[in-house]
């Protein structure tokens, strides 16, 4: 069983950064995947970003240039690094982990920007 939890989240203005962490807890030795999603008021839940366990990362055009994610392996703990944010970024932000072909889902973490 895997457990995530997020944390990082909070109130910016626009041009600020927040970095969003992620820690995970069970077995981590079968990961197929791993990133970040987000949902804003009144729409779908949206990928953001991934990262796979040999270190590749894919952005959502969105925030391409503006968002870096990346892991710590020995502290089972995925980053989501957020530069010149937008008020467009406001949003929950979910950590997910597959494992073992299983998705795994954080509770979120609220992130708001303001103008």
């Known amino acids: 069983q895997v457990q995530l939890v997020e944390s990082g989240g909070g109130s910016v203005q626009a041009g600020g950064s927040l970095r969003l962490s992620c820690v995970a807890s069970?077995?981590?030795?079968?990961?197929?995947?791993m990133g970040w999603y987000r949902q804003a008021p009144g729409k779908q839940r949206e990928l953001v970003a991934t990262?796979?366990?040999?270190?590749?990362?894919n952005y959502a055009d969105f925030v391409k240039g503006r968002f870096t994610i990346s892991r710590d392996m020995a502290k089972k703990t995925l980053y989501l690094q957020m530069n010149n944010l937008k008020p467009e970024d406001t949003a929950v932000y979910y950590c997910?982990?597959?494992?073992?072909?299983?998705?795994?889902w954080g509770k979120g973490t609220l992130v708001t920007v303001s103008s």
């Open positions: 990262g796979s366990v040999g270190g590749n990362s």
């Open positions: 997910n982990l597959v494992h073992n072909g299983v998705d795994y």
């Open positions: 069970g077995s981590m030795l079968l990961i197929n995947a």
